[in-house]
């Protein structure tokens, strides 16, 4: 991707701060340029009514957390997921036992 964003990591906005500086990603494909691949998968869990953690399925280490101190950032990207019908769990529990129920891929290392 040639675009380059404005990163407003560890900085701290309202929220009508960070939905306008989030425009900056409108029309890009915030899963794709978080490197979401065959190997992997976004998904969000629900933290409150309008809050969501947002998690990497990864096919060497499963789930895991997506840890990123911009928040304008992680703002277009839980909207994008949300938009387009990625998963929304309750529970880091509930997505565990989907990803197991569905044999989310999980792949070895070769040693």
Do not use: C
Not at 77 to 104: G, M, T
């Amino acid at each position: 991707m040639d675009a380059e964003f404005t990163n407003y990591a560890y900085q701290d906005f309202p929220l009508k701060k960070i939905k306008k500086y989030a425009a900056q990603y409108n029309g890009v494909d915030m899963a794709a340029l978080l490197g979401a691949d065959e190997n992997n998968f976004p998904f969000l869990v629900r933290r409150g009514d309008d809050e969501y953690e947002l998690l990497i399925w990864n096919a060497y280490n499963g789930a895991m957390i997506h840890e990123n101190e911009d928040s304008v950032f992680v703002y277009a990207v839980v909207q994008y997921l949300l938009d387009n019908a990625y998963p929304v769990f309750d529970s880091h529990d509930a997505a565990e036992k989907l990803a197991v129920d569905h044999d989310w891929p999980r792949e070895t290392r070769d040693a």
